[in-house]
C-alpha cells in the first residue's frame, strides 16, 4: 500500500490526466494482488529438483505448495502495470522509473513481516561472552530490509534528480537496470548466510533468480 501510493505519487505529480490516472489506478487496485498471487504460487515447482518437473506437479504446488516466492510475484504485475501504463498514454521510460523506485520499498515493508515471524533467517551463530555462550539466528530479513532501503533512496535521488530537477536527461529509463543489477548482487551475496536449499549447481533457488534479474538488467 505505502509503496503504491508513493508510485501513483510521481505519476500524480508528472500531471497526466487525471481520467487516466483513475482508470490506471482501478486496474493497479484490482489486478495486482491477484496477478502476484499467481505468479508467487507459480514458483513453488522450482523448489524442487528438476527431475520432478511435470504438468501435473506444477498444478499440485500451484494448488498447494508451501512456498510463496517475492520475485515471481513481481513478474506479472510488472508486466500488466507497464502494458496498462502504455494503454492510458503514460511515457513508458516515466513509467518504468517511478514504479521500480516504489518495489524496493514495498519489498523492505514486506521483510519486515519475515522479520517478525522468523521466517527467512540464517544459518545459527554462537560466540561467547563473560563464560556465557549467546547463540542465535543470523537476522538475515533485517540485513534486506537495509539493502532495500538504500536501494529506494539510491533510486529515488535518481528519480528526483532526472525527473525534478530536470538533470541528466540521458539516465531516463535506467533506474529498472539499477534495481535489476543491484538487488540481484546484494541478494546474491545474503544467500550465502541464510539456510536454504540448493537446487543446481550449488546454488538456491533465489541465486538462480538473481542471476536472470542481474542478466535482464
Not at 522479520?115 to 538475515?140: A, D, E, M, T, Y
Request: glycine fraction near 12%; aromatic fraction near 16%.
Amino acid at each position: 500500500g505505502a509503496a503504491g501510493t508513493f508510485f501513483m505519487g510521481q505519476l500524480v505529480r508528472a500531471g497526466y490526466p487525471v481520467s487516466r490516472l483513475r482508470t490506471f489506478a482501478a486496474g493497479m487496485i484490482i489486478m495486482v494482488f491477484p496477478l502476484g498471487l499467481i505468479g508467487s504460487r507459480s514458483a513453488n515447482m522450482f523448489y524442487f529438483p528438476a527431475d520432478q518437473w511435470s504438468v501435473r506437479f506444477f498444478v499440485e504446488q500451484f494448488l498447494s505448495g508451501p512456498h510463496q516466492t517475492f520475485h515471481a510475484a513481481l513478474i506479472l504485475p510488472v508486466v500488466f502495470l507497464l502494458a496498462l501504463g502504455h494503454g492510458c498514454g503514460f511515457e513508458k521510460r516515466h513509467l518504468a522509473d517511478a514504479l521500480f523506485v516504489a518495489i524496493p520499498l514495498g519489498h523492505a515493508i514486506g521483510r519486515c513481516g519475515c522479520l517478525l515471524v522468523g521466517c527467512c533467517w540464517g544459518h545459527l551463530i554462537q560466540f561467547s561472552w563473560h563464560g556465557r555462550v549467546v547463540s542465535f539466528h543470523n537476522p538475515v530479513p533485517l540485513y534486506a530490509i537495509g539493502v532495500n532501503l538504500f536501494l529506494f533512496w539510491g533510486l529515488k535521488f535518481l528519480y528526483q534528480r532526472v525527473y525534478v530537477k530536470k538533470q541528466g536527461a540521458l539516465a531516463q529509463g535506467m533506474i529498472p537496470s539499477l534495481y535489476l543489477i543491484g538487488y540481484g548482487v546484494f541478494r546474491f551475496l545474503l544467500e550465502e548466510i541464510r539456510t536454504e536449499t540448493m537446487v543446481g549447481k550449488g546454488l538456491t533457488l533465489a541465486q538462480w533468480s538473481m542471476l536472470v534479474f542481474m542478466g535482464v538488467g
